[in-house]
């Protein structure tokens, strides 16, 4: 049925009808008339006048009623998804000078799984002398011989005798680091590989090993194994101090031996201790100054006059993801230690800079609009402030949703943007600011043709 617009189209043919008729509604009388005639024709006039008025008040009521009504239609919206910026890429400083590379544990959903491999690197994959690294190795090879039940398990214990006293003297002309040996003193296995690995003496690691093995020959027989069966054939181990330049790995060996070393309880334990002091040895030190440093927790420094300066390390960085990662990273080939600590440090810093947490809404930003055909307009706002945790330059994706009002009223929530980077996500809230106004009546009754609709 047609509703829209039918009281006014009534009311324009009428008015047509009053036009036509308005010679007769309105002749002027003859004086000549015959007065009964004209009597006659005064009251058809005023019967005629009397219905058009009927009619037209009646349909002009009629209008007036259906006008004041008629549903109208619903306010007009338009929105825009809000722009997202992404941040930029993260600068990763990495060495500029020997070898280098790291991995990194528990940020598969911001790096990728390949992270846990090698992450990134610098320099040659090339086996290059790893000096007191080597020691680690030793530890490790000895304690699969002669394994500790947990960290704090101190072990058998090693006796001293005047063929050990003597790998002080050895190892003292040798210009290589050493720890006193009294000829029968005693030593749990634990404090002997920490007095090995702390201040890296390598009289220990030879008494040590010849303990465990009864012969430098087995030693590295023994080793040899141990290397094969862990994977790492790109390492060579011809004794157990470093000292031999012939002691060689390459990065990538070394990340998986950090791994290995990271995962045996008593020689974690062992290199993350700062410092020492037993009977004989006395006060003893760790030459891992970094311990402490941007989460540093281990392993073993190494140093060759020839060769340079080695670090293999292990970190706990708190970047602000759940849990904090876990760094294996080595460095071979320094020009020094310090130049070692400033390149590891600057690597570590950059990682952890590179985790940022950006801004992704700003409460009152405007995203949309509605408005009416009567006048009335109200903004369609993001409701708080957000921001998004991500890794580098990882695009975020801002999607919307958003719904009919039901109250047309200011503070009401019609809709929601969500903010992805990466794992995470971030949804704020779009409400109504202002609200829409009903039409007038006035304005109802001037604009018969927006009714209905």
């Known amino acids: 049925m ?13 008015t047509e ?22 009597r006659k024709r005064r ?14 008040l009646g349909l002009n009521g009629a ?30 400083v990495l060495p500029r000078e020997g070898a280098a590379a790291i991995s990194i544990g528990g940020a598969d959903e911001y790096l990728g799984p390949a992270a846990r491999g ?56 040798m210009g290589a680091t050493i720890a006193a040996m009294p000829t029968g003193s005693s030593m749990s296995l634990r404090d002997a590989l920490a007095t090995m690995l702390i201040p890296s003496a390598c009289n220990y690691a030879e008494a040590v090993a010849d303990w465990a093995f009864g012969s430098q020959w087995a030693f590295v027989e023994a080793t040899r194994r141990w290397l094969a069966a862990h994977g790492l054939a790109h390492t060579t181990i011809v004794e157990p101090t470093g ?42 030190y760790n030459t ?10 281990g392993l073993k420094t190494g140093t060759l006059l020839e060769s340079g300066s080695n670090l293999l390390y292990t970190a706990t960085l708190d970047v602000g993801t759940p849990e904090p990662l876990a760094v294996v990273g080595v460095m071979l080939g320094g020009s020094s230690k310090e130049s070692v600590t400033r390149s590891v440090i600057a690597l570590l810093d950059s990682i952890t800079r590179g985790f940022v947490r950006v801004p992704a809404a700003t409460e009152g930003t405007d995203v949309g609009s509605y408005s009416t055909p009567w006048g009335s307009s109200a903004r369609m706002v993001l409701s708080e402030d957000a921001s998004i945790f991500t890794w580098s330059d990882t695009p975020i994706v801002a999607t919307m949703k958003t719904t009919t009002p039901t109250r047309w009223k200011d503070g009401e929530v019609v809709g929601s943007v969500t903010w992805t980077a990466g794992p995470n996500t971030v949804t704020v809230p779009i409400e109504i600011e202002g609200s829409i106004r009903p039409p007038t009546d006035w304005w109802r009754l001037t604009h018969p043709s927006e009714l209905g609709r």
Request: net charge negative; hydrophobic share 45%.
């Open 2 to 14: 047609r509703t829209t617009g039918s009281a006014s189209d009534a009311l324009e043919e009428f």
């Open 17 to 38: 009808l009053l036009r036509d008729e308005q010679d007769f509604l309105s002749p002027r009388p003859s004086r000549h008339m015959d007065p009964a005639v004209r």
């Open 43 to 56: 009251r058809r006039r005023l019967i005629a006048v009397a219905v058009v008025a009927t009619l037209v």
């Open 63 to 92: 209008y007036v009623g259906w006008a004041l009504t008629a549903p109208v239609g619903d306010a007009v919206a338009t929105s825009r998804v809000p722009a997202s910026t992404t941040p930029a890429a993260a600068a990763i």
């Open 118 to 173: 090698i992450w990134l690197s610098s320099g040659s994959d090339e086996p290059r002398a790893i000096a007191s690294i080597s020691k680690l190795i030793t530890a490790l090879v000895v304690l699969d011989a002669r394994p500790l039940t947990s960290a704090d398990d101190a072990g058998p214990t090693l006796t001293f005798d005047r063929a050990d006293h003597a790998l002080y003297d050895k190892y003292y002309v």
């Open 243 to 284: 000292i031999d330049p012939r002691n060689a790995s390459t990065p990538s060996d070394l990340i998986a031996l950090g791994r290995l070393a990271a995962a045996d309880p008593a020689v974690a334990q062992i290199v993350a201790t700062r410092s020492l002091a037993l009977p004989g040895p006395g006060v003893m």
């Open 288 to 297: 891992n100054a970094l311990l402490g440093t941007e989460g540093i927790m």
